[in-house]
């Protein structure tokens, strides 16, 4: 099949009479790109699954055009998915709820529970108005390779095995939602994300679970996840200085703090430099690994964050793309 990009004025309008024919879409979010399925009609959503060979009992996320739309997938909703979503709707936080009993199996990968987002990005926005349903959308990148965060690197992983790429430019944020489970007393985050455990915590009032493991069989948390296709191997600042000044030729670096911009530029190698504040780092991270992982070298060295609260959505993606 070949798979077209869309970019012209009329973009979100065809987006959606492909959507409405049956067929996959990759949509940008604020996140990442998710690749996007009519959530009503389970043939579409089962080509999703083909598309990215991502295994059947996998949930997808069901993205909204707002919190009036909840009702239609999930019920018995407590009222802290609603104060939540008037807080960071639309925005990177992904309810997991009781699903309505007509949310088809195959979205939620058999699960008795379904996860659904408001999604910010306006073309996203303007295409679920347009389609007034629900959109299932996993990320747009064929299983355990890095999440897209431009149409670039959709095509890159799905030319040819999707209809159409909706051109919405590089992602703002750059890394998947925060999910919370809110199916249980105490809300636990399933999945680390742009909003953080402090913020939910201050609207909510009460305490949140952030377990550091979970034994939930969902694709985000496979140990092996999120990686590029080169070895990528991860170090402190202090002990890639130390490495740096040994350099070997077959390496990129990914780095982000300005006292090693010597260092690298000395040992000449390919390399890319991430923001130092944490939403800017964030943002260039996966795009940095997809571009860092095509040129002509054996393994990616990265330098780590900091290792505190603010980063561990940083940190949880890097635990699962890291081969040290
Ligand atoms: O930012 C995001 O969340 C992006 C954009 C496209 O919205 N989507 C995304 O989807 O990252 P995906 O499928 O790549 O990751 C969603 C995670 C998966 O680990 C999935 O298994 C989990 O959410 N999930 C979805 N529904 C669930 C459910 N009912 N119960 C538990 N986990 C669920
Ligand atoms: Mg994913």
């Given at each position: 099949m070949k798979t077209e990009k869309l970019i012209d004025v009329d973009a979100v309008a065809r987006a959606a009479k492909i959507i409405k024919s049956g067929e996959l879409v990759a949509v940008p979010t604020e996140t990442v790109y998710g690749l996007a399925a009519d959530a009503n009609n389970p043939d579409a959503v089962a080509k999703i699954f083909a598309a990215k060979g991502r295994p059947a009992d996998h949930p997808l996320i069901v993205h909204i055009a707002?919190?009036?739309?909840?009702t239609n997938w999930a019920e018995h909703i407590p009222d802290s998915a609603f104060q939540l979503a008037a807080a960071f709707w639309p925005g990177p936080l992904t309810f997991i709820l009781p699903k309505k009993n007509c949310v088809n199996n195959v979205v939620t990968g058999g699960h008795k529970s379904v996860g659904v987002r408001c999604p910010a990005h306006p073309l996203m926005r303007e295409l679920l108005l347009e389609l007034n349903t629900g959109l299932a959308a996993p990320s747009a990148n064929p299983y355990k390779k890095i999440s897209p965060t431009t149409a670039e690197q959709v095509l890159f992983g799905l030319e040819g095995k999707i209809a159409a790429v909706l051109d919405g430019g590089p992602c703002e944020v750059g890394l998947e939602s925060t999910i919370l489970d809110l199916t249980v007393e105490t809300p636990r985050i399933l999945r680390a994300g742009p909003i953080s455990k402090a913020q939910i915590e201050q609207v909510l009032g009460v305490e949140v679970l952030l377990p550091k493991k979970h034994n939930i069989a969902v694709s985000g948390n496979v140990k092996a996840h999120y990686q590029p296709n080169k070895p990528l191997y991860a170090f402190s600042t202090e002990e890639l200085k130390a490495k740096l000044l040994q350099p070997r030729n077959d390496i990129a670096v990914l780095y982000y703090t300005a006292t090693l911009v010597s260092h690298i530029e000395q040992a000449r190698l390919p390399s890319l430099k991430l923001g130092e504040d944490k939403p800017s780092y964030a943002k260039g991270l996966y795009y940095g690994l997809f571009t860092l992982d095509k040129a002509d070298i054996r393994e990616i060295w990265l330098e780590l964050p900091p290792q505190n609260e603010l980063w561990v959505d940083v940190h949880d993606r890097l635990s699962r793309a890291v081969s040290n």
């Open positions: 707002s919190a009036e739309h909840l």
